[in-house]
């Protein structure tokens, strides 16, 4: 979970401003989320995690914030 | 008046050439540069060359040759500046290929390749079977194929070389960037302009259906005539949107059509060249509907026909608010939710013309 979370925000990092983006910031507030963001964001999550998100998990909820996505990533993540 | 909406599906035609990349020795010129030396230009290729840039057709080199020495040749022949990202050393000509298609960010399928020797073609086409391959010694035929026809030449065609080769030194500049993406786009100074579809815009507007595919919600194209009654409906609204920046102006980038009715709203296509994909303004003629919408308050639903090159214009109604309302053969149907609208990224300066 930890592992998990130190990555996406390393991610995140190479496209916000704000420095710090903390745990629960409304990253869709931030006014940086564009859709080739999106695309990027989806492909890191499926190379870095092996995993393959599907329409169903597309809502833009799972990946408001640094919490959302981890625990979006966690969920895909745990049946094999 | 009625519209007629029996719109092809792009998939199922053979696209025109974007295109066409070619071998040097034996093929632009007579003779082999780095044995004879001296080489000459073959009859009539000049003109071929400077045909196919006015009809929008861009080009590039895969040659097995010394890259500076070849370079300079073609700056004698003053062809040089015609080529974008050439492909001069002595990889396989699929590699070069590859690479290219990588750089213009273009279709496998709108690739042509022209080359003297049978070898050549034959290990590209093996790599990449959907090049089309011709051979060099029918090289006056070149300009009445049809694949090198495009149906219309616009304003924007005669300029796509140009606006290649800003971007392409953009994208030389954003990767020697090191602060991040967010504020490498906020020193473009970009201008996204919105308009409705005006009798100068509809053959930009047809070849944008015609040519875009990966960042296309349906893929259904319309004909001129199809788009000019479109544009006139009181059902419809059919927006273009342009981009510059400092460096230059990407043209005519984005088209969007939407059905309306009186309670609801229909995205029937939203498409965005593939130009501009790495300037991250996919979403905002988007959310500008979707402020029209909430505005008039209608339901917004939009049309989306998957396939495995659009999954981005997927995600990015997804990430615009909507969701999945119902699946019918191979189309699916979002509606906005309307509980949140995304912001435009204040990186961009959006203007929004009205007729």
């Not at chain 2, 473009?188 to 259906?209: H, N, S, Y």
Request: glycine residues 4%.
């Amino acid at each position: 979970m930890e592992e998990t979370k130190v990555k996406v925000k390393a991610f995140l990092s190479r496209f916000f401003r704000k420095s710090e983006i903390a745990d629960d910031d409304d990253i869709f507030a931030l006014g940086f989320v564009n859709s080739l963001f999106a695309m990027q964001l989806v492909m890191f999550l499926e190379k870095e995690f092996s995993l393959r998100i599907q329409p169903a998990d597309l809502d833009f909820k799972n990946f408001r914030s640094i919490n959302s996505i981890v625990e979006l990533v966690e969920r895909l993540k745990q049946p094999a | 008046m009625t519209v007629n909406l029996n719109s092809v599906i792009q998939t199922e035609q053979i696209a025109k050439i974007k295109c066409l990349v070619w071998d040097l020795d034996h093929t632009l010129w007579n003779g082999v540069l780095l044995e004879d030396g001296e080489v000459s230009l073959k009859e009539g290729v000049a003109d071929i060359v400077k045909e196919l840039d006015r009809r929008g057709i861009l080009q590039s080199i895969a040659s097995k040759n010394d890259y500076q020495h070849a370079m300079e040749r073609l700056r004698t022949f003053g062809l040089d500046e015609y080529f974008l990202y050439p492909q001069i050393h002595w990889s396989a000509k699929s590699i070069s290929i590859e690479s290219i298609v990588k750089s213009l960010n273009i279709g496998m399928d709108t690739i042509a390749f022209i080359d003297d020797q049978p070898f050549e073609r034959d290990e590209v086409k093996q790599a990449l079977p959907t090049i089309r391959c011709y051979d060099a010694a029918n090289i006056a035929e070149l300009l009445d194929d049809a694949d090198f026809n495009p149906e219309f030449v616009t304003d924007d065609s005669k300029q796509r070389r140009f606006m290649y080769r800003s971007d392409q030194v953009r994208k030389e500049l954003e990767e020697q960037y090191e602060g991040p993406q967010e504020e490498f786009l906020a020193s473009l100074q970009m201008k996204f302009t919105i308009a409705p579809v005006g009798p100068g815009d509809l053959q930009r507007a047809e070849e944008l259906t015609v040519r875009t595919h990966q960042l296309n919600t349906t893929g259904y194209t319309y004909s001129y005539e199809e788009l000019d009654a479109l544009r006139q409906s009181p059902n419809h609204k059919l927006l273009i949107a342009g981009l510059d920046d400092i460096y230059g102006s990407y043209g005519k980038i984005g088209l969007l059509l939407l059905e309306c009715s009186e309670k609801v709203w229909t995205l029937q296509l939203l498409l965005m060249s593939c130009r501009v994909m790495s300037r991250g303004v996919g979403s905002i003629m988007l959310n500008h509907v979707i402020r029209m919408a909430k505005e008039a308050g209608v339901v917004l639903q939009a049309k989306l026909v998957p396939n495995d090159r659009n999954r981005m214009m997927s995600i990015t109604y997804h990430f615009a608010g909507f969701q999945e309302v119902e699946r019918t053969g191979e189309m699916v149907l979002f509606e906005h939710q309307m509980e949140a609208i995304p912001s435009t990224p204040d990186y961009v300066d959006v203007q929004v013309q009205s007729l």
